[in-house]
């Protein structure tokens, strides 16, 4: 732990009107969206560097940005009793564009049902389906045009993947075999199917929320940007937020907010943050030393994150990245490809086929999702193996289980505590091992018969419930969707850390905009959902300064 510095006061840095902490997939909308008021004026903080790496934009970039601390917080969780005592990675962005830089590009919205519990839970039907349909489609700018569920006007780009694998098309029709139809397009409301997901590329190129939505706002002289700032903590004064405190090149700042402080640093980074500026349980704010300012249980609780089990079949007579790959001539055509027309593998994201099913008919929606990719490996950064092989990675939507991030001590260097609890409910381990049994359900039918589907892991002799949810303790890994450790609540709710205006509960001029604010995790990936929340979050900013 380094010494605690004390904050020299405003000097160069002075007081904005909205202060946003970290220039991720939210904060770079915030950003754009405020700063377009010339009235006021805006200061973006991110702990990161600037998105100007090439591999941030090349789409298998991810493979050198993930686990790279230029890129990435190199995040790791607790040793997870679910997964048998392993501990494994977990990603988050650390650049501006956030995760947005580093992530899998896939454009999912989730499903209505989501949308509909959210406002349950919040009570306030601004948060369902029919309400934040508009907001999605604000932002998007869709390859198929504008109609009643897409939008063509946006920032946010969202394109189809620009490659083509032989062995996911027979994988589709070993779906459709087994009863899942085809889906065209999984943002409508109803994911149910197998199809192609939709990636946020630009000619294929990685469009994050740095390019999307943050450069265009540079050039206004009322928005500031600044990075390599590390929040230390908050300013406070008498329950109000005031500004932050932040470290920049070893030097300790402070500026200040004159209408709301903004925390935008995502699962992770929001909660710990709060806790070092005494907001959250107090037991935990005592352990470290922090006062308490405010009494608020739930910040760092309620963690939800989709757990993927990697199943690898290795394949006969049908081509898959591994060859191409572990070949010179194969490597050197995939270079090639993608400098000439920006397609083929290079241009993949991590997974180009997607599939979401129920896993009992007792589900009234697809409560899986299922990543087909055609290469496989041991673990991210491990090389790809040396045979032809195929990955499906299922993961449960809509997990029970709940794990916790604290901070480990004071000094926002440190990383802080993550612990996921995955498959700690019987319910959970449940699902997993239905999700095991319906992978293999398709890769048994006759589409794939030709290509022998040989099952490497976890290994086709693990048959029983006990071993198969054993199993998925020793296959699963983070798909990095971390969420809703500031979730959103009634009056009342003794968890609930924010209001559905996404206001902190008992202090005033602040507010958390991220992924932390979902009161349940999407069923799907969660980027795009971030990105309109933070819509959602500058439409209540800017009518709360208009009531003022």
């Not at 591999?55 to 890129?71: D, V």
């Not at 992770?268 to 005494?278: C, D, E, F, K, M």
Request: glycine share 10%; with cysteine; hydrophobic share 40%.
């Amino acid at each position: 732990m380094t010494d605690i510095m004390e904050p020299r006061d405003y000097g160069e840095f002075g007081a904005f009107d909205y202060v946003i902490v970290g220039g991720g997939t939210a904060g770079c909308v915030l950003a754009n969206r405020l700063s377009a008021d010339p009235e006021v004026s805006v200061l973006l903080l991110e702990a990161g560097g600037k998105d100007d790496w090439i591999w941030i934009h090349s789409p298998i970039g991810y493979l050198y940005c993930i686990g790279n601390p230029r890129t990435d917080w190199c995040y790791e969780t607790e040793a997870e009793p679910g997964l048998n005592g392993r501990s494994i990675m977990y990603a988050r962005g650390k650049v501006l564009g956030g995760s947005s830089s580093i992530n899998a590009m896939l454009y999912l919205r989730g499903q209505a049902r989501d949308y509909a519990e959210w406002a349950e839970i919040t009570g306030d039907s601004r948060w369902n389906w029919d309400s934040v349909l508009p907001v999605f489609k604000s932002s998007e700018d869709y390859w198929g045009g504008a109609d009643a569920m897409h939008g063509d006007k946006g920032e946010w780009r969202v394109e189809k993947q620009r490659l083509h694998w032989d062995i996911l098309d027979r994988y589709v029709e070993a779906a459709k075999q087994a009863g899942i139809p085809f889906s065209g397009d999984y943002n409508r409301g109803d994911n149910f199917g197998i199809g192609h997901f939709e990636v946020n590329q630009k000619k294929g190129v990685r469009w994050n929320t740095s390019k999307a939505f943050l450069r265009p706002a540079q050039q206004r002289p009322n928005l500031k940007v600044v990075t390599g700032a590390l929040i230390d903590k908050l300013v406070l004064e008498n329950k109000e937020a005031r500004g932050v405190e932040f470290r920049l090149g070893g030097v300790a700042y402070r500026v200040g907010a004159r209408i709301e402080t903004l925390l935008t640093a995502g699962a992770i980074g929001s909660p710990t943050i709060l806790q070092r500026s005494g907001i959250g349980p107090g037991a935990l704010l005592q352990q470290h030393g922090v006062p308490q300012v405010h009494e608020l249980a739930g910040v760092g609780a309620n963690l939800q994150d989709h757990l993927q089990l990697r199943m690898i079949f290795k394949v006969h007579g049908i081509t898959t990245l591994n060859q191409r790959a572990n070949s010179l001539w194969g490597k050197a055509m995939m270079g090639l490809e993608y400098a000439l027309f920006r397609s083929g593998p290079l241009a993949m994201a991590p997974s180009q086929l997607g599939g979401f099913f129920r896993s009992s008919p007792e589900v009234a929606t697809p409560d899986l999702e299922f990543h087909v990719q055609p290469l496989s490996l041991d673990k991210f950064g491990d090389p790809l193996h040396s045979f032809p092989a195929f990955t499906v990675s299922v993961c449960n939507l809509r997990p029970s289980s709940r794990g916790i991030v604290h901070i480990r001590d004071r000094d926002p260097e440190t990383h802080p505590v993550i612990a996921p609890n995955y498959l700690s409910t019987e319910s959970d381990r449940r699902v997993a091992v239905r999700a095991l049994r319906m992978t293999r359900q398709v890769l048994s039918q006759p589409a794939l018969a030709p290509y022998r589907p040989d099952e490497f892991l976890p290994g086709a002799g693990i048959q029983g419930d006990e071993e198969l949810a054993k199993a998925a303790g020793d296959i699963g890994t983070t798909i990095f969707h971390p969420t809703c450790t500031c979730a959103m609540g009634r009056d009342g709710d003794p968890q609930a850390v924010t209001d559905s205006e996404l206001r902190v509960r008992g202090i005033a001029r602040l507010r958390v905009i991220d992924a932390s604010v979902m009161p349940t995790i999407t069923s799907g990936n969660t980027n795009s959902p971030t990105l309109m929340i933070a819509e959602r979050g500058a439409q209540l900013v800017r009518a709360a300064r208009k009531s003022r």
